[in-house]
């Protein structure tokens, strides 16, 4: 079990020590959010923070693209120090492709699944991929409600998964808090992404602990 706190609910006039202190509190992954305007409606960060983020913890980068023509852009986010990379399957034409240049960056590959795009879209795909991501809300913002249709998604993709004897984790990202986490859980996800449950809290390492509880970890 993994837990990844994403930085778009952290306070952005002093990331650096915002990212230790959740480092020292226990986190598994950093979760950094990029937006374009197009994809989503929102606009965030590009891989100038991830390589300023980099810089400041020994956390694996969990960078989740949020735009379109990810492919135009993978190359940046590896040299800017993703350790993964996770491209919406909604915003890139050939993925296949994409995901190989990852690979050869030495990236791990993620797929990411709108609420509304059913895991079949990747069921021939899964080989090529580290991580599947699982938006539990409509991608663009933190703080938003979770999406209880998404839960048997969760067990679905992880049919398809053990059925193909491949070892792939299952994220989920939107609304997670102590209860869905649990219910994600219980349907089969294994990293969690948290914005505001834990940026939005000013105790950070009970945010985790809590976080890691009620998954029972
Ligand atoms: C939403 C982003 C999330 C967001 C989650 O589009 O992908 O990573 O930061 O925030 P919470 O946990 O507040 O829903
Ligand atoms: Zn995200």
């Known amino acids: 079990m993994k837990i990844a706190p994403s ?10 020590e ?3 202190e959740v480092e020292a509190a226990g986190a598994d992954y950093i979760h950094i959010d990029i937006m374009d305007g197009h994809f989503v409606p929102n606009i965030t960060m590009g891989p100038l923070i991830v390589d300023a ?9 969990d960078v989740h693209l949020m735009i379109e023509h990810p492919e135009r852009y993978i190359h940046e986010f590896a040299q ?13 034409k050939h993925i296949h492709r994409t995901l190989q240049e990852i690979k050869k960056l030495g990236v791990k590959t993620g797929v990411v699944l709108n609420p509304a795009t059913p895991v079949s879209a990747i069921e021939n795909i899964l080989e090529e991929i580290d991580m599947v991501l699982l938006m539990t809300v409509n991608p663009g913002f ?9 839960l048997p998604k969760i067990r679905e993709i992880k049919r398809m998964i053990q059925a193909k004897n491949l070892e792939i984790d299952i994220e989920v990202d939107g609304g997670i808090d ?18 505001s449950a834990i940026f939005g809290r000013t105790d950070r390492s009970l945010a985790i602990q809590e976080l890691r509880s009620s998954i029972g970890n």
């Open 142 to 150: 933190g703080g938003q409600t979770f999406i209880h249709a998404v």
């Open 18 to 20: 915002e990212i230790k």
């Open 178 to 195: 102590t209860k869905t986490a649990k219910l994600c859980k219980e349907a089969g996800a294994n990293v969690f992404v948290a914005g």
């Open 7 to 16: 930085i778009l609910s952290a306070d952005f006039t002093k990331l650096g």
């Open 53 to 61: 983020v980099k810089k400041v913890t020994n956390l694996p980068l």
């Open 80 to 92: 800017a120090g993703a350790d993964f990379i996770t491209i919406h399957v909604e915003a890139d």
